[in-house]
């Protein structure tokens, strides 16, 4: 997922939430159930953002096919709600047996998500949405930000289909 979100670096929004003429940022915003207004954009999408990369691996990887798509504008109702009633594994930040790896979705302490593209020791490095050079939750591009692990809420792994991957290994065994 995090190979994903890098396609989408740089994407940015013309100011105040608004995707403008970007067709990428327009995809991202109607990623989610959100239209206030009958408009699909004019609110944070850090986690619109998520839920677009989630549907694009889902598009694109039979493990993942059977996983209800995540259709969020809030970070809240992405940990809460979705990924709980998704089946994903949640971990909290205290968690001493979870170690992050790349493609997990970090929620952070100050209501903000992305996707975990590397782990360095004490820090994440991270896609996410909605963000600036100074690391705000309402920024307004797609950016990889270095993020230190205080600042992670929970983690959140996808579940993989078993029936789907053992559907792949019996098939590569008949073929290999």
Known sequence: MAGIAAKYLGVKETGDNLAGNS???LAIFKADNLAPGGRTDGYPWCAAFVSFCVQALQKQSAYFGALNPPREASVSLFLNQWAKNAGCSIYNNKNKNFEARKGDIVVFVF?????????????????EGNTNDSGSREGNIVARKNRAKSLIKAYIRLPISTSKMTHAIEEMARCC
């Not at 992305?114 to 004490?122: A, L, P």
């Open 23 to 25: 067709k990428e940022l």
């Open 111 to 127: 209501s903000h998500i992305g996707i975990v593209e590397s782990v360095n020791g004490s820090t994440l490095q991270t896609i």
